[in-house]
């Protein structure tokens, strides 16, 4: 009994592991399209708050040196 349960298991297993690996394939290049706009929206978000941060430091030295 022992013999066929881990035949039984090592066929689930692979079902198992085709079954991941057919959802990978088609679904894969959604979780990768997510993965670079969640990457570029936070480099644009650090991009856009260091511009601000720049503007304001020109603009408090032309307010000194005035």
């Known amino acids: 009994m022992s ?3 881990s035949f039984i298991d ?3 297993d692979e079902v198992r592991k ?3 690996y ?4 088609k679904y894969g290049w959604v979780a990768a399209l997510a993965v ?3 990457v570029g929206g ?6 856009r708050k260091a511009s ?3 503007q304001a430091e020109a603009a408090g030295d ?4 005035a």
Not at 22 to 25: E, F, P, S, V
Not at 42 to 47: T, V
């Open 22 to 25: 057919a959802l990978y394939r």
């Open 3 to 5: 013999n066929q349960d």
């Open 10 to 12: 090592e066929v689930t």
């Open 62 to 65: 032309a307010l000194l040196t």
């Open 36 to 38: 670079i706009l969640l």
């Open 52 to 54: 601000a941060r720049t």
């Open 42 to 47: 936070a480099a644009a978000n650090e991009w």
């Open 18 to 20: 085709d079954r991941l």
